[in-house]
């Protein structure tokens, strides 16, 4: 199994940037997926999920209202639309995806598979 992030990059606060993971490597069904954050000298924080069937949503407190997940199953793309993007939002952002739960898994343990990650940057 495969995940590649992309859409990483430089933006200035108030701006906006659209993640994308692409998932590969086996058939999928039945999975949840996320996305986490890890800043420097900081854990791995949960940002968002996803449930398989789209309907249900998760997200941080930090980012609720700002940042929107969503997938194209079919295609087995997972994205993070983040607008109002401020500094405290800059961190390596990785996609991850859950085989045993179909929920919207929160903790960093739940997931079974990982990106490389993509860099986010917000300046002031």
């Known amino acids: 199994v495969q995940l590649v992030e992309s859409g990483g990059g430089l933006v200035q606060a108030g701006g906006s940037l659209r993640l994308s993971c692409a998932a590969s490597?086996?058939?999928?069904?039945?999975?949840?997926m996320g996305w986490f954050r890890q800043a420097p000298g900081k854990e791995r924080e949960f940002v968002a999920a996803?449930?398989?069937?789209?309907?249900?949503?998760s997200y941080a407190n930090s980012v609720k209202g700002r940042f929107t997940i969503s997938r194209v199953n079919p295609n087995n793309q997972v994205y993070l639309q983040m607008n109002s993007l401020k500094p405290e939002d800059t961190a390596v952002y990785y996609c991850?995806?859950?085989?045993?739960?179909?929920?919207?898994?929160?903790?960093?343990?739940?997931?079974?598979?990982w990106g490389q990650g993509t860099q986010v940057t917000v300046s002031s």
């Open positions: 991850a995806l859950s085989i045993s739960l179909t929920g919207t898994p929160r903790h960093p343990g739940d997931y079974d598979y």
């Open positions: 490597g086996r058939t999928f069904s039945n999975y949840a």
């Open positions: 996803l449930s398989w069937s789209g309907r249900r949503t």
